[in-house]
T-cell receptor, first 110, second 114 residues
């Protein structure tokens, strides 16, 4: 079966660091993706991991452990504009289709 | 470069009516897909296509039809709308083959079925 879990909601303070976890159990794996989605808008791509380890991209980093079926998205120096939903998604073995988690709604408070 | 264009942005239907959500991309992507997004359930795959003339079912295909006559266009048809199809629909496309092949999403279509 396909199952991806993320916390439903998180709250953090402007300027702080927040870690959003994602665990997955899927029948195949060909990459893990993080997307950001502001309310009423389309998801936009943030990061991609296919090998174990940390990928850093400015204030955002993403980590993957394939043996543990685990990933996290790390957001540093939080800004108000980071208030959004963050979607974890796994691409299947054939490299075509994605399975999305339910998303984590992050609220950044002043 | 327009990316992925979806129309209409909003639509209200009565139960039993039919309609087509349009999706077009200008990035020459082979892969195109339709998702629906409902509160607390994430994005769920309805149908997808890996090239012109090829379509396949995703996780929740019932009540929907698709066709892919050209690389650019991938319309989604609701045959007889039901209240359970009230949702936000996203079209997305990507390259295929090796590499990240990131999904690019359209702006979404909010559908209400009364």
């Amino acid at each position: 079966g396909q199952n991806i879990d993320q916390p439903t909601e998180m709250t953090a303070t402007e300027g702080a660091i927040v870690q959003i976890n994602c665990t997955y159990q899927t029948s195949g794996f060909n990459g893990l993706f993080w997307y950001q989605q502001h309310a009423g808008e389309a998801p936009t791509f943030l990061s991609y991991n296919v090998l174990d380890g940390l990928e850093e991209k400015g204030r955002f980093s993403s980590f993957l452990s394939r043996s543990k079926g685990y990933s996290y998205l790390l957001l540093k120096e939080l800004q108000m504009k980071d208030s959004a939903s963050y979607l974890c998604a796994v691409r299947d073995n054939y490299g075509q289709n994605f399975v999305f988690g339910p998303g984590t709604r992050l609220s950044v408070l002043p | 470069n327009a990316g992925v264009t979806q129309t209409p942005k909003f639509q209200v239907l009565k139960t039993g009516q039919s309609m087509t959500l349009q999706c077009a991309q200008d990035m020459n992507h082979e892969y195109m897909s339709w998702y629906r997004q409902d509160p607390g359930m994430g994005l769920r795959l309805i149908h997808y296509s890996v090239g012109a003339g090829i379509t396949d079912q995703g996780e929740v295909p019932n009540g929907y039809n698709v066709s892919r006559s050209t690389t650019e266009d991938f319309p989604l048809r609701l045959l007889s709308a039901a209240p359970s199809q009230t949702s936000v629909y996203f079209c997305a496309s990507s390259n295929t083959g090796n590499g990240a092949n990131v999904l690019t999403f359209g702006a979404g279509s909010r559908l209400t079925v009364l």
